[in-house]
């Protein structure tokens, strides 16, 4: 994408305008122009000098991002930060302030003298004309002080596209003419000798409207400008975190440089409370790293050689060298500061409302203005009246609030996700995630930690530990399947402990979708040597039914059985586990409190997928799903509703452009990253649920936006074209008042946005389902057929230890569940947990310690552990855990 820093634009039908005359540049597939950074994202392969040409042609200005800061600076995050520097503030503010100081004297000599007879210098008593010239001359005073909106306005009439200026200059102007026209009245007046005349003249003259009305609307245009500099503040404290400088080690010495002299495999040194220069890897020395400015977690992060580092990190406690591994663009922090700033760019679906009303907006306002004057007029009112509610209709609409509705939400609403590690990478996916109802979660990496452990080690008849450790890791040192590392992994721990050796083995070969298989140096046979599933083994050695039985046991546990054998007969077997995140089953409670469908995918047997996807409260798993198959079931979820896919993987990335959303982990492969809409810096599950909380909170804030700038105006325009004046005594909206209004409409657009910097992104205690439910016959009936089990279907949101739970109730057999439990801190809060557990039908009993934090429920029937843990935290304790 290309971008472009747009100049001249006023509300949002300079922006609509902009948009439509780049989109019909040949070879522009996309644009999208933003009044909150008044800059431009272009896709497709056009000219810069043909879309420059293009807005230039539509009454506007545009220069190329980069090309103006270049010539200050070589760093690309300090030329962003430049271009985001608030320069319209300080020119607003001297336009203001000397607007009125002329202001203040206009309203002396109109209002002051005519209302208060406030004292006038001798030569002016009962001068009306000398006073009535003087206001003129004032007026033209502050309107030429406000002339931008002349000429911005008469530039956007002549290019076709009528502005928020043209309306301003329109109002000011009318008021400014027809109270010459009135002085011109007068001076015949005193010509002819009619003094009363004159005196009537003095009370229709609207100078002082003139001048209020560019005066108000800059007021509005100044707070405008200072909270749509408020709403970047997140995008700039990222930039200012970047260091400027690096001590790095050149010809055996340590040399401070500027970040931008800094290359990739220079070797840098950062001290106890200095900050990372850029991305690495710690050579030497360990540390404590504060990461909070990236992923907002306050716990500093213990570090060690090849460890990673970041740019932008504080480092707290040691002293370390580190390699640089990425720099400039390439750091963290820049790709951070790049997504925040793209989003910021991009438009979100629901701005095309908005966008269909801002491109007719002004006209259909001056249209209105008109035709509102001559129905006054008709009536028979004065055509000073009938004049005053069409400049009110003019002054008082407002189409900057339409403009600003949607994009102030998004730059607040990705700049807080940025802050708490979760980046959206465009407009759209932080909308869009707001109305997800399925989410498909990966198994390995995601749910659970991604490293499997030796969890069993069961030797044959007549063989040792040693010896199955030892033919175990021979045949595993040459695998990179995670189930192999996590056996040499455990061989490396134990060597010492267990006295174990290595075994030299040769000819090996890996049996796709089966196992292993080589021979001892020396041995006679090819093959002498296996390793695999039991269904493999079986089909090769004798296995006895008790190891089949303890396979099937572990297997029920969610653990993966290995078995090994050699010389026609088997040596034992070694079971592993990929064990379940600490936060896992929290969050994916937290997912269904939101109203959310969680699927498990996994490439695992039924047996160990429902193992796992019990001890995570997952009721919804698919297994068996081979890399290539998980783009083709997010396919089909995508017919029952909108699809989230977090994964972390490069097997993950089909099925993460598939969803509606891909939310890939951070620490996932970049190809994953890359695929994904949505980025979770922390790696956390839990970040899952609170993406969805932040997008549900603008997508809130944006609707609010949207209601008051529809409101508004469709309110405020009949109130200032007289519409209610029989309703309301007479009384009729002056132009001044019209104008104060208009000029505070935007400014309430974007206070109510930067009210999103308040929202708790972790906070549950809120979660409201989102719209529109998925069906849960539909969801199994889909899984099973997409997975091939049956039992799914006939069985759903049911897992092997829910039966073996309603087994040991139909037998008659007391069952208990302990809960952990966080937030109880006496007595009182005990008593509050065990009153509502026990209100529960089929909780015999409960028994509730707050020292402990625990929670001993005993069952006479059935109960799902979603409903104790609602129970619980309707009073305002959080449910750690249920087993």
Not at 360 to 387: D, R
Not at 714 to 737: C, D, E, Q, R, T
Request: aromatic share 6%; hydrophobic share 45%.
């Amino acid at each position: 994408m290309d971008k472009y820093n747009i100049t001249g634009m006023s509300c949002a039908a300079c922006q609509a305008h902009v948009e439509k005359a780049v989109g019909k540049v040949p070879g522009v597939e996309s644009v999208s122009v933003s009044l909150l950074t008044n800059s431009m994202g272009v896709e497709g392969s056009a000219s810069s000098e043909a879309i420059v040409k293009a807005v230039e042609d539509a009454g506007y200005g545009a220069v190329v991002q980069g090309v103006e800061e270049s010539q200050s600076s070589t760093n690309s995050l300090e030329a962003q930060e430049k271009a985001l520097e608030d320069k319209e503030s300080p020119v607003l503010k001297r336009r203001l302030v000397t607007s009125v100081v002329f202001l203040l004297m206009l309203m002396y000599f109109s209002m002051g003298h005519t209302m208060f007879h406030l004292p006038l210098p001798k030569f002016l008593d009962g001068n009306h004309i000398g006073i009535t010239v003087i206001q003129m001359v004032l007026a033209a005073i502050v309107m030429f002080i406000n002339k931008k909106f002349f000429v911005g306005g008469w530039k956007s009439v002549r290019s076709g596209a009528p502005s928020m200026d043209t309306l301003v200059a329109m109002g000011s102007m009318t008021s400014f003419l027809w109270s010459f026209y009135i002085l011109m009245q007068m001076t015949r007046s005193v010509t002819d000798g009619d003094t009363k005349a004159v005196m009537a003249g003095m009370h229709n003259l609207y100078f002082e409207s003139a001048a209020m009305i560019v005066t108000l609307i800059t007021v509005g245009k100044l707070l405008e400008a200072l909270s749509k500099g408020r709403t970047t503040d997140a995008l700039k404290s990222l930039m200012k975190l970047a260091p400027k400088t690096a001590v790095i080690e050149r010809d055996g010495e340590e040399t401070l440089v500027q970040i931008t002299e800094v290359k990739t495999g220079d070797v840098f040194v950062v001290r106890p409370g200095e900050s990372i220069p850029v991305d690495g890897v710690i050579i030497e020395g360990g540390t404590a790293i504060d990461e909070s400015a990236l992923t907002g977690e306050s716990v500093p992060v213990d570090k060690s050689i090849g460890d990673e580092v970041s740019a932008a990190t504080i480092n707290r406690t040691g002293f370390i060298r580190a390699k640089a591994t990425r720099v400039g663009e390439d750091t963290t922090l820049s790709q951070i500061i790049k997504m925040v700033s793209d989003a910021a760019a991009t438009k979100a679906p629901i701005a095309k409302i908005a966008d269909k009303v801002s491109g007719i907006f002004v006209p259909i306002v001056i249209i209105i203005a008109v035709i509102v004057t001559l129905i006054w007029i008709f009536v028979g009112q004065p055509f000073g009246y009938a004049l005053a509610r069409g400049i009110a209709v003019l002054v008082v609409s407002c189409p900057c609030a339409l403009g600003l509705a949607t994009p102030v939400a998004i730059m607040v609403g990705s700049g807080l996700g940025a802050k708490n590690g979760i980046l959206f990478k465009t407009a759209s996916s932080l909308e869009e995630t707001g109305r997800i109802q399925i989410v498909a979660l990966d198994k390995t990496g995601t749910i659970t930690k991604g490293e499997p452990t030796v969890t069993d080690i069961k030797p044959a008849d007549g063989v040792t530990a040693v010896q199955l450790l030892n033919i175990a890791n021979a045949l595993e040192a040459r695998s990179e399947h995670p189930f192999a590392l996590a056996i040499t992994r455990y061989f490396e721990e134990k060597r010492e402990e267990l006295k174990l050796a290595d075994v030299e083995i040769e000819a090996f070969e890996a049996i796709s979708g089966k196992g292993i298989q080589a021979k001892l140096v020396g041995a006679e046979s090819k093959g002498d040597l296996y390793a695999g599933s039991v269904k493999y083994i079986s089909a090769l050695v004798e296995v006895a039914d008790d190891i089949k039985t303890e396979a099937d046991s572990l297997a029920a546990l969610g653990k993966t059985p290995l078995l090994f054998a050699g010389g026609g007969k088997l040596i034992g077997m070694i079971a592993v586990a990929d064990t379940v995140k600490d936060d896992s089953r929290s969050a994916i409670a937290e997912m269904k409190r939101q109203g959310l469908k969680v699927v498990m995918i996994t490439g695992d047997n039924e047996r160990t997928a429902r193992a796992i996807g019990d001890q995570a409260g997952v009721e919804y798993v698919a297994s068996g799903v081979l890399p290539d198959g998980k783009e083709n079931l997010i396919r089909e979820l995508g017919k029952l509703g909108k699809v989230a896919m977090v994964g972390d993987g490069i097997n993950d990335a089909p099925a993460l452009t598939r969803a509606d959303v891909g939310i890939a982990i951070g620490a996932g492969a970049d190809v994953a990253v890359d695929a994904a809409d949505v980025v979770l810096m922390n790696s956390r599950l839990s970040d899952v649920s609170g993406a969805i909380r932040l997008s549900r909170a603008t997508l809130r804030n944006i609707h609010e936006n949207l209601f008051w700038a529809f409101f508004y105006n469709i309110l405020l325009i009949p109130l200032a074209a007289g519409a209610y004046v029989h309703f309301m005594k007479g009384w009729s909206m002056n132009p001044m008042w019209g104008a104060a209004a208009m000029s505070l409409s935007s400014f309430c657009v974007c206070m109510n946005a930067l009210r999103l910097n308040l929202f708790k992104v972790h906070n549950a205690n809120r979660d409201r389902h989102g719209k529109g439910e998925v069906s849960e016959t539909k969801l199994n009936s889909l899984i099973a057929k997409v997975t091939g089990n049956e039992e799914s279907s006939e069985e759903p949101g049911q897992n092997e230890t829910n039966n073996l739970h309603e087994d040991n109730l139909k037998e008659g057999k007391v069952m208990t569940k302990t809960m952990k439990i966080e937030g109880m801190m006496c007595g009182h809060c005990e008593a509050t947990v065990k009153k509502a557990l026990e209100a529960i039908e089929g909780v015999n009993s409960a028994e509730v310690s707050h020292e402990a934090g625990t929670a001993v429920v005993e069952l006479s029937e059935e109960v799902q552990d979603e409903v104790l843990q609602k129970a619980v935290e309707d009073k305002d304790y959080k449910v750690l855990s249920i087993a």
